[in-house]
């Protein structure tokens, strides 16, 4: 089955410790992107992948970091969380940048 | 810098009521629209999106979609909604080419109500 797979589903942690969260997807899509979603102001990309080894910044960068080392995975680290980045976050893939996203399922961090 | 307004950020209908949702934005280029749902906790699909062609879009679910380029529109119509399109409403855009950037607005809340 297609899909773009997000782990883990839901996170809590504490404000400084490092984490990452993973995305795949299983489709050969070439882009990637993740977004942050937060009520009232809609999702918010953080950073974007057109292929692999190619990153760029998106709107909400500050606090990220991301690689793409491999086509099927895209992960999220945040070196060092505040509870600023306590949020709702998708990783979405497609093949090319203008064409329809699929969105994984979510994942919802909490820091404390 | 580019933006995406959606003017309705809570809609509340009652079901067979028709259904508007507004969608501006302020790129001057060549652009792809989409429009995304969220329905509860779940991830966000694609209800139809418009590259080039015939303005008028349709998308699944009975939505459709027109795009007015004079006035940087993209608004999202359903003629009788139902109390399982209570969702959230994304629109979206994408400049022409390779820019790897789309741009999402706020979000519309739509409750029906039954």
Same mark, same amino acid.
């Given at each position: 089955?297609?899909?773009?797979?997000?782990?883990? *589903?839901?996170?809590?942690?504490?404000?400084?410790?490092?984490?990452?969260?993973?995305?795949?997807?299983?489709?050969?899509?070439?882009?990637?992107?993740?977004?942050?979603?937060?009520?009232?102001?809609?999702?918010?990309?953080?950073?974007?992948?057109?292929?692999?080894?190619?990153?760029?910044?998106?709107?909400?960068?500050?606090?990220?970091?991301?690689?793409?080392?491999?086509? *099927?995975?895209?992960?999220?680290?945040?070196?060092?969380?505040?509870?600023?980045?306590?949020?709702?976050?998708?990783?979405?893939?497609?093949? *090319?940048?203008?064409?329809?996203?699929?969105?994984?399922?979510?994942?919802?961090?909490?820091?404390? | 810098?580019?933006?995406?307004?959606?003017?309705?950020?809570?809609?509340?209908?009652?079901?067979?009521?028709?259904?508007?949702?507004?969608?501006?934005?302020? %790129?001057?280029?060549?652009?792809?629209?989409?429009?995304?749902?969220?329905? $509860?906790?779940?991830?966000?699909?694609?209800?139809?999106?418009?590259?080039?062609?015939? $303005?008028?879009?349709?998308?699944?679910?009975?939505?459709?979609?027109?795009?007015?380029?004079?006035?940087?529109?993209?608004?999202?119509?359903? $003629?009788?909604?139902?109390?399982?399109?209570?969702?959230? %409403?994304?629109?979206?855009?994408?400049?022409?080419?390779?820019?790897?950037?789309?741009?999402?607005?706020?979000?519309?809340?739509?409750?029906?109500? $039954?």
């Amino acid at each position: 089955e297609a899909q773009v797979t997000q782990n883990p *589903r839901y996170l809590i942690t504490v404000t400084g410790k490092k984490l990452t969260v993973t995305c795949s997807q299983n489709m050969n899509h070439e882009y990637m992107s993740w977004y942050r979603q937060d009520p009232g102001l809609g999702l918010r990309q953080i950073y974007y992948s057109m292929n692999v080894e190619v990153t760029d910044k998106g709107d909400v960068p500050e606090g990220y970091k991301v690689s793409r080392k491999e086509k *099927r995975n895209f992960p999220l680290i945040l070196e060092s969380p505040s509870p600023n980045q306590t949020s709702l976050y998708f990783c979405a893939s497609t093949w *090319r940048n203008n064409s329809p996203l699929h969105f994984g399922n979510g994942t919802r961090l909490t820091v404390t | 810098a580019q933006s995406v307004s959606q003017h309705n950020h809570h809609v509340i209908l009652s079901e067979a009521a028709s259904l508007e949702l507004g969608c501006n934005y302020s %790129y001057g280029g060549t652009v792809n629209l989409f429009w995304y749902v969220q329905y $509860p906790g779940q991830h966000l699909q694609l209800l139809l999106k418009y590259f080039s062609g015939d $303005p008028l879009v349709k998308g699944i679910k009975g939505f459709e979609a027109e795009f007015i380029k004079s006035k940087f529109s993209f608004n999202l119509r359903k $003629p009788s909604v139902q109390w399982s399109d209570t969702a959230e %409403y994304f629109c979206a855009v994408n400049q022409g080419g390779n820019t790897g950037k789309l741009i999402f607005g706020q979000g519309t809340t739509l409750q029906v109500k $039954p």
